[in-house]
């Protein structure tokens, strides 16, 4: 088997909690927002709008928070108060700058394979300002001797960013939380990926068993099994 020459680690969810503010975030508004309708009318509708608004804003905190408005916008037929909307940007500000704690074995698991002489890159997708500044509150900048920042995670740019640092797919390997984003698009490139399922999931990002079907991928419980792993992929 060719060497392995480039080991990508997703950001959100894995290697610090990032879903649960904004389901927080999300909660909070439910609450804030109870005399215009149902918690379950809202979700409905603030799926819809975050679908609907994905291909024009991308993936990140403004989004939500544009997504937001919008959802109380349609589901009050505009008569929702300006005191209310500043809440919703509040609630965004505070997806921008919340403390990143890192998840359980991020940190040694990262000097493992840095030790083990693997360069080492962080692959995530969403705002560009706000990834960085994620990175940056995290610590873990200098782990990394590659940082890509996309607007998707799809077969075609994992590919581009193969060709762009001159790495076959069977040499690539991905590491993250999100089978439609870490998983499947490297594993049907031909790449090695690695499943480290977080305990919860953006409806967004879920997929079906039948989407699964075929492709070939590790699932591990913890990013502490990777070093491990990844000593047998090179032996």
Excluded: C
Aim: aromatic fraction near 8%.
């Amino acid at each position: 088997m060719p060497a392995l020459r480039l080991i990508a680690f997703d950001a959100d969810d894995t290697l610090w909690p990032n879903q649960p503010h904004f389901d927080a975030a999300e909660a909070r508004l439910h609450e804030l927002l109870e005399h215009y309708g149902t918690p379950q009318q809202f979700t409905d509708q603030f799926f819809a709008v975050q679908r609907q608004n994905l291909p024009l804003f991308g993936y990140g905190a403004k989004p939500f928070m544009l997504s937001m408005i919008e959802t109380v916008l349609q589901l009050t037929d505009g008569q929702i108060t300006g005191q209310e909307i500043q809440h919703i940007l509040d609630l965004g500000k505070r997806l921008l700058d919340f403390s990143i704690e890192l998840l359980p074995d991020v940190a040694d698991t990262l000097a493992a394979v840095k030790a083990q002489g693997l360069p080492l890159m962080l692959l995530t997708k969403g705002d560009l300002f706000d990834q960085e500044s994620k990175l940056a509150r995290s610590g873990l900048g200098d782990l990394f001797d590659h940082v890509e920042i996309v607007s998707e995670k799809n077969e075609s740019t994992y590919q581009r960013i193969l060709d762009r640092h001159n790495v076959r797919p069977e040499e690539f390997v991905m590491v993250g939380n999100s089978l439609k984003s870490d998983v499947l698009p490297v594993a049907r490139l031909g790449g090695h990926a690695a499943y480290v399922p977080y305990y919860t999931t953006w409806v967004m990002e879920r997929v079906s068993e039948a989407e699964q079907a075929g492709a070939s991928f590790q699932q591990m419980q913890s990013v502490a099994e990777v070093p491990a792993w990844l000593e047998e992929l090179a032996g």
